[in-house]
């Protein structure tokens, strides 16, 4: 059974850094493609970047530049590095992990950008 765990979230001012973590458990990490999704209150869920299992990548727009997606497959973790946060980053963000046909999201970890 596939498990999705996130840490590292938490209230940070303007400007700073932030890096997540998502730890999977359960076999298949190395084919999974893995995605960091966040929803602030009030929006809709949006994929914020995604890294598939050969390691390529996607951004939205609004984070290009500032935030990157790795994956360490000898540790089925994949990190979400944010740096010059704003404060419209702020949301409850979530991992996702996709293999075959199925999904599956960790419980989420707030991040909150305030002065």
């Known amino acids: 059974q596939v498990q999705v765990v996130e840490s590292g979230g938490g209230l940070v001012q303007p400007g700073g850094s932030l890096r997540l973590s998502c730890v999977v458990s359960?076999?298949?990490?190395?084919?999974?493609?893995m995605g960091w999704y966040r929803q602030a209150p009030g929006n809709q869920r949006e994929l914020v970047a995604r890294i598939t299992s050969g390691g390529s990548t996607n951004y939205i727009d609004s984070v290009k530049g500032r935030f990157t997606i790795s994956r360490d497959n000898a540790k089925n973790t994949v990190f979400l590095e944010m740096n010059s946060l704003k404060p419209e980053d702020t949301a409850v963000y979530s991992c996702?992990?996709?293999?075959?046909?199925?999904?599956?999201w960790g419980q989420g970890t707030q991040v909150t950008v305030s002065s």
């Open positions: 359960g076999s298949g990490f190395r084919i999974m493609t």
């Open positions: 996702n992990a996709k293999l075959n046909r199925s999904d599956y």
